[in-house]
């Protein structure tokens, strides 16, 4: 069974340009996850869906991230524009039920912006 | 929100040898994972553990919720072991998972 997927795995860019990430989850998993994780620490959860619905967006910041889950299959996060402390790693990670399942995690995109 | 305290911060150990890794956390919780991430950032879990204890082969974990508390035992530890270990709860009250900062190890040959 695939694990999740996520890409590119490595991007640069200047300040203020935009940049997108894609995660496909387990196939058959409800919930996904778009985590942040700057170095040194642990990941801090930015969104979570169940399906469709963002049912957790409270730390996304909403001035310059979005995302969304077309079909309760893939997911793509957005950041528009892009400032120097946003580079950091972006974890998508996915679960068959919610928070309290186990949460599998997809490799990451490494994020520097110049 | 909860507060999740892993300890030691860093930990080098040689092959072979055993350690205990602790994390602490301020308020009850229904979910509490331990993952490992390898040196190429991957994230594994290793453990889901509310409660009680369990193993899987060179590792046990143990969760005291009344004490709010929880230890993963690494034996025989190899090299293969390095990496961060992270311990993330789920507070009853909330619906996320809280990351501590990890446990930063090194097994040496």
């Known amino acids: 069974e695939a694990g999740v997927v996520q890409s590119p795995r490595y991007k640069i860019i200047e300040k203020k340009q935009p940049v997108a990430f894609w995660c496909n989850p387990i196939?058959?998993?409800?919930?996904l996850y778009w985590y942040l994780q700057n170095l040194g620490q642990g990941p801090e959860l930015l969104i979570r869906y169940e399906n469709e619905e963002a049912v957790d967006d409270s730390q996304l910041p909403k001035d310059r991230f979005s995302a969304e889950r077309l079909k309760g299959v893939d997911s793509t996060l957005k950041i528009q524009p892009a400032e120097l402390g946003d580079s950091a790693v972006y974890l998508c990670?996915?679960?068959?039920?919610?928070?309290?399942?186990?949460?599998?995690f997809g490799p990451g995109t490494r994020l520097t912006v110049l | 929100g909860i507060q999740v305290e892993q300890s030691p911060p860093d930990l080098i150990l040689q092959e072979g040898a055993n350690s205990t890794l602790r994390c602490n956390f301020s308020?009850?919780?229904?979910?509490l994972q331990w993952f490992h991430q390898n040196p190429w950032g991957q994230l594994i879990n290793l453990f889901y553990i509310p409660s009680g204890t369990k193993q899987n082969g060179r590792l046990s974990a143990t969760t005291v919720a009344t004490e709010r508390y929880s230890l993963l035992y690494i034996s025989s530890s190899q090299t293969t072991d390095s990496g961060v270990y992270f311990c993330a709860v789920e507070e009853t009250s909330g619906s996320r998972l809280t990351f501590g900062e990890g446990t930063q190890l090194t097994v040496n040959p």
């Open positions: 990670a996915s679960s068959l039920g919610g928070p309290a399942d186990t949460q599998y």
């Open positions: 308020d009850s919780v229904n979910n």
């Open positions: 196939s058959g998993h409800n919930t």
